[in-house]
């Protein structure tokens, strides 16, 4: 059974400064993926990663996939505040399975 | 396009009843799920439908029923309304399991059980 875990769990940053979300997964896992939720909203696909060293970037955030180390992160870069939510990772074995999520606040 | 579309938003029921929640997509996904989302567990899935008519049991089934009769609708049954089934619910879907792009969600229904 494939089991995500994430760390930390909670993140409090400065404005500008850069830093790393941790995404380990227990057993193979076809694909990984990342997912923002803001409070009391629905969750968003941000990226999907589909093989060994993928990497995707989308403006501050960028996504990377180590299969070898069953390892994901996401780095934020130059943080601000809109980027304050809760980011998920999810990892797919016979069905996506969750990390607990970690909730990133943004402070100027 | 709609998207995911669940209904109700919020619901408070009392132990023992019985209710549906309702989920419904337009965008001809196969694919279908239902979550549960608890603080400090992240989403945990109860059952989910690789098509109309099939369905199966996800991480925490129990106390929850689902039927899949039409590609666009997939409600979820609670049977026996329980004070540990309060939480937040969550529905997806996507055109296959493995979500090329991410699942889609709906936004959600905030249930109360007391």
């Known amino acids: 059974e494939l089991k995500v875990e994430q760390n930390p769990l909670f993140l409090s940053m400065q404005e500008g400064k850069n830093y790393t979300i941790y995404c380990n997964y227990s057993?193979?896992?076809?694909?990984l993926y990342w997912y923002r939720q803001d409070p009391g909203k629905s969750l968003e696909s941000l990226f999907v990663?589909?093989?060994?060293?993928a990497v995707k970037q989308e403006g501050r955030l960028m996504a990377s996939l180590d299969t070898k180390a069953r390892l994901s992160t996401l780095h934020i870069t130059a943080a601000v505040h809109d980027l304050s939510a809760t980011y998920f990772c999810a990892g797919y074995n016979n069905d996506m399975r969750f990390g607990a999520g970690t909730r990133l606040t943004v402070k100027p | 396009n709609a998207g995911v579309t669940q209904t109700p938003k919020f619901q408070v029921l009392k132990t023992g009843q019985s209710m549906t929640l309702q989920c419904a997509q337009d965008m001809n996904h196969e694919y279908m799920s239902w979550y549960r989302q608890d603080p400090g567990m992240g989403l945990r899935l109860i059952h989910y439908s690789v098509g109309a008519g099939i369905t199966d049991q996800g991480e925490v089934p129990n106390g929850y029923n689902v039927s899949r009769s039409t590609t666009e609708d997939f409600p979820l049954r609670l049977l026996s309304a329980a004070p540990s089934q309060t939480s937040v619910y969550f529905c997806a879907s996507s055109y296959t399991p493995t979500g090329r792009v991410g699942y889609t969600f709906g936004s959600g229904t905030r249930l109360t059980v007391v």
């Open positions: 057993t193979t896992s076809d694909r």
């Open positions: 990663l589909l093989s060994n060293g």
